[in-house]
Structure formats: C-alpha cells, structure tokens
C-alpha cells in the first residue's frame, strides 16, 4: 500500500497564492488533489498521469490553479492562484495505480490525510 503525505494547507485572504504539495511512498499511475467542503461532496480539482499523457481540472479551478510533479520523488503540487472563499476546505491527496475518470473519487484508492486550506475574503 502506498501512503500519502500532503502540506501546505493555510490560512489565506482572498486573491492570495497557496502550494499544496503531496509525496507518495511508492510509484502509482495518477494522481489527483480533490477537496471537499462541510456539507459537500468531495469534489475533483486537478489530476495528472505521473507517466505523463495530459491533466485535468475542475470547472471551478480551470485557469486558477496549477498541477505538476516531479516523477522521480512521486511527489505531487498544487498552486492555487486567485483564492476565493470557495475554495475553503479540506484537500486530499489521491492516487491509483488504475485507470479511470481523473476527477473522480471513485477513480482512487489511496488518499492521504488531508489538509486545510480556509480563505477568507
């Protein structure tokens, strides 16, 4: 099993940048940052193919944020640009060694714990 270790999460004001990072302890197929917020449901933000092969984004993010990896650490990053206050929640770190939707829950296996980002406007 691989285990996934996420940082960055913080406190932010509106219009502000933030970068999330995850790494994951062993090779895996894809992978994706989801958020959710209380209330809601896990919602996909932006996922990759670590083999490269194109990435994909949430509606809500497309031309906000940005993903990449560097392959030869498994490791995973988010920047967030132009935060606004919807964009509070909790985000996970996911992987899969599957094939699938890329913004899709259902589409993984392996989550890390989660970290809080919270902008406040």
């Known amino acids: 099993q691989v285990h996934l270790v996420e940082s960055g999460g913080a406190s932010v004001q509106a219009g502000g940048s933030l970068t999330l990072s995850c790494t994951a302890s062993?090779?895996?197929?894809?992978m994706g940052w989801f958020r959710q917020a209380p209330g809601k449901e896990r919602e996909g933000v932006a996922s990759?193919?670590?083999?490269?092969?194109?990435?994909w984004f949430g509606d809500s993010v497309k031309g906000r944020f940005t993903i990449s990896v560097e392959r030869n650490r498994n490791a995973l990053f988010l920047k967030l640009n132009s935060l606004k206050s919807e964009d509070s929640g909790t985000y996970y770190c996911?992987?899969?060694?599957?094939?699938?939707?890329?913004?899709?829950?259902?589409?993984?296996?392996?989550w890390g714990q989660g970290t809080q980002v919270t902008v406040s406007s």
């Open positions: 062993g090779s895996v197929n894809k």
């Open positions: 990759v193919y670590m083999g490269g092969g194109g990435s």
């Open positions: 996911a992987a899969s060694r599957r094939y699938g939707n890329p913004l899709s829950p259902d589409a993984y296996d392996m």
